[in-house]
Nanobody, 114 residues
Framework: QVQLVESGGGLVQPGGSLRLSCAAS????????MNWYRQAPGKERELVAT????????NYANSVKGRFTISRDNAKNTVDLQINSLKAEDTAVYYC???????WGQGTQVTVSS
């Protein structure tokens, strides 16, 4: 079955960086686009970045453009999210999503605080 497992979250100071990773299994990863979402306390889940399957076309939410970078490694079946210049408002649980399968990971917590 489709499985997504996120890792890499943690506590970081404002201005810091983190790299989140999502390991995918149960499907032919290279054939499908992937997404990263986040959900802050009391807010709706927000799409932050997408990457297509073949060309690796990337799109970002306006709130993270220039600070977040999504990438994929089709040999390792992973999709990563590099987060730079972190702000307090980036505090959220970050989720990996395979939209073709409506599959979600368990999420990884990112907390930005001094």
């Amino acid at each position: 079955q489709v499985q997504l497992v996120e890792s890499g979250g943690g506590l970081v100071q404002p201005g810091g960086s983190l790299r989140l990773s999502c390991a995918a299994s149960g499907f032919t990863f290279r054939n499908y686009g992937m997404n990263w979402y986040r959900q802050a306390p009391g807010k709706e889940r927000e799409l932050v970045a997408t990457i297509s399957s073949t060309r690796g076309t990337k799109n970002y939410a306006n709130s993270v453009k220039g600070r977040f970078t999504i990438s994929r490694d089709n040999a390792k079946n992973t999709v990563d999210l590099q987060i730079n210049s972190l702000k307090a408002e980036d505090t959220a649980v970050y989720y990996c999503n395979a939209p073709a399968f409506r599959a979600w990971g368990q999420g990884t917590q990112v907390t930005v605080s001094s």
